[in-house]
């Protein structure tokens, strides 16, 4: 398994948000050195939460002081705008990046931007499944394009500077259905299942649905399911520390305002196990007992990984969400603790297996 972080990112709107933009860049800086796999940052317009606009300057300036680590729009909101722009912009970045750039998109899911933009509620898809194929195309194809859909229309467009990499990595966030995890194992792409997705739900989309839909797209193409799975993204919230009791106190405060946030947006519904529980009763501890999250003590964090893939199966990556619920140095013990002890439960190490073998020796128990 691989690791990483998601980024909405959050930051309340009584914080300074000029500096929260330095901390998200030394967030990034950080999880490289702590050896995550990839970063993923977010694009929002309202709301006075989530306050990165163009998740690819972010990028740009992360690429500069990382070597590694690899850099995801998580995603760019594709029925505000052109495809080409898009396009045009992503294949830039993708060279500023030197390859590490992962193209993230997705149907842009808060309701505030939705309202900004004017967009019609039955009208979000399907612009942004033709944003899609004219993106892949342009991206792809050495001849120029030419398109004549519902929302876009062009007559031999090329990109005058073409991708780095010579497939780019898409991946497609789902929120409010399965069509996207179907179309990215139908393509080869990545899916992104949101954070407050539960694994099973008589409500909303939940991650085994997500498998299911992505696995049944794979098929259809003639695609393996193996690397399908290798694909998926499934992000969830944590924080670790020294109990989950510690954890709990250490949290409650910062949980409180930012799920007053999702939910004053009506986000609940997606949460939610049956349609009838009530708004109400989404308490912090139901949350994080029930979606489930992942908290508590390094060992807490292991347990809680492999009971949620024996509930879903095997996935590709692992994604933190990334939260300002606490101070920064406790944010960053949390990830390091996670780092040192959970992460390297789920990696394929023999050096780890053999300094076991060789402390149980020293310790007369093997």
């Not at 299942?193 to 909303?204: C, D, R, W």
């Not at 990334?322 to 390091?336: A, F, Y």
């Amino acid at each position: 398994m691989k690791f990483g972080i998601f980024t909405m990112p959050e930051h309340p709107p009584r914080e300074n948000w000029t500096l929260s933009y330095d901390r998200d860049i030394d967030e990034i800086v950080l999880a490289e050195k702590l050896g995550f796999d990839e970063f993923w940052i977010g694009e929002h317009h309202t709301g006075g939460y989530e306050n990165v606009p163009i998740p690819e300057f972010m990028i740009a300036k992360a690429s500069a002081v990382t070597t590694k680590i690899r850099l995801g729009t998580g995603v760019v909101n594709l029925p505000y705008q052109d495809p080409f722009l898009v396009a045009e912009r992503l294949a830039f970045l993708d060279h500023l990046t030197r390859g590490r750039l992962i193209y993230g998109f997705g149907g842009g899911g808060l309701p505030t931007d939705k309202a900004l933009f004017q967009m019609a509620p039955d009208e979000a898809t399907p612009r942004t499944n033709e944003s899609l194929e004219i993106i892949w195309k342009l991206l792809t194809s050495d001849e120029p394009v030419t398109h004549q859909g519902t929302f876009w229309h062009y007559e031999d467009r090329q990109l005058q500077v073409g991708p780095y990499q010579m497939v780019p990595p898409f991946g497609v966030a789902g929120l409010t259905g399965t069509h996207n995890f179907e179309k990215c194992g139908n393509r080869g792409w990545i899916p992104l299942s949101v954070y407050f997705a539960p694994i099973h739900s008589n409500a909303a989309p939940d991650l085994v649905g997500h498998r299911d839909a992505m696995l049944a797209g794979a098929r259809e193409a003639g695609l393996d399911e193996a690397a399908a799975l290798a694909n998926w993204r499934v992000s969830r919230e944590v924080y670790v520390s020294d109990s989950k009791e510690q954890a709990f106190a250490e949290i409650r405060e910062g949980v409180k305002r930012s799920y007053d946030y999702l939910l004053g947006l009506g986000l609940g519904a997606l949460m939610k196990l049956d349609p009838d529980f009530p708004d109400e009763q989404l308490s912090f501890e139901w949350m994080a007992e029930n979606i489930p999250w992942i908290i508590g003590s390094p060992e807490d964090c292991v347990q809680q990984i492999n009971e949620l893939r024996e509930e879903v199966g095997e996935f590709g990556t692992f994604l933190i969400n990334s939260r300002d619920w606490v101070t920064t140095d406790r944010w960053n013990r949390s990830l390091e603790l996670f780092a040192r002890y959970v992460m390297p439960q789920f990696q394929a190490n023999q050096h780890m297996a053999r300094r076991e073998r060789l402390a149980k020796v020293a310790l007369g128990i093997d």
